[in-house]
């Protein structure tokens, strides 16, 4: 998946773009409106991510100029500016979905991911890693014909899990995936949700595949 995302805040890009790039997704940057309209122009993009406030231009203003010339790309806008008023002026404006800052990267994952099945063809909303499935649609990890029910945080940590099935990931990997941006979270919080999702693989079977790497992190292995 290409992703256009426009952001002048340098340390929010690269945490987003670190994020993105984990999940195998190409990614261009611009800093303003003009690079961001010229790399739109040019470019075949399955999302855009544009930041409300640039130093050049308002977001806005780079959505409804990508509209006039009959850019379709599907547009998530970034703000600091939540009001109903203000997210109603920016879908107004051409964007298709609206996330106000600050935000878990793991619902951004998932924003981008339904406005890409909203694009293109209906899709597979199941994320597999051997005989483990997990539901999308039902929020529900499935091996076989039996099926556990997961908490919004135990199903965006099993997803990362998957996405990126057979690695070692550090607790960091695993905050900043998962938890993203969200304040006052701290990596033991991690350790506390590897807890739940293990016991909720034991009422599976599955325990064993996700392993606990010493002094290191963790890991989903399914193919040992």
């Known amino acids: 998946m290409r992703v256009l995302l426009v952001e002048d805040e340098p340390k929010m890009t690269g945490l987003i773009r670190r994020v993105l790039t984990a999940e195998r997704y190409v990614v261009d940057t611009a800093p303003d409106g003009v690079s961001a309209i010229a790399l739109a122009t040019s470019g075949d993009y399955d999302v855009a991510i544009v930041d409300r406030m640039l130093p050049d231009m308002d977001g806005l203003a780079v959505i409804r100029v990508m509209r006039s010339k009959g850019i379709p790309t599907p547009v998530l806008m970034l703000t600091a500016l939540g009001s109903v008023e203000q997210r109603v ?44 499935e997990l539901d999308e649609s ?87």
């Open 138 to 224: 039902r929020h529900t990890v499935q091996v076989g014909e039996r099926s556990a029910d997961l908490s919004a945080r135990e199903f965006a940590l099993l997803g990362f899990l998957i996405r990126h099935s057979g690695q070692v990931l550090t607790r960091r990997q695993i905050l900043d995936g998962v938890w993203g941006a969200e304040p006052d979270v701290y990596s033991n919080v991690v350790d506390l949700y590897i807890h739940y999702l293990r016991r909720k693989l034991a009422e599976l079977g599955r325990a064993g595949y996700l392993r606990t790497v010493r002094g290191v992190g963790y890991s989903l292995r399914v193919d040992d």
């Open 89 to 132: 002026e920016g879908l107004d404006a051409g964007a298709d979905d609206y996330l106000p800052k600050p935000f878990a990267f793991s619902e951004l994952l998932a924003r981008i991911r339904a406005l890409a099945r909203r694009e293109g063809a209906p899709g597979s909303t199941r994320l597999s890693a051997g005989d483990i």
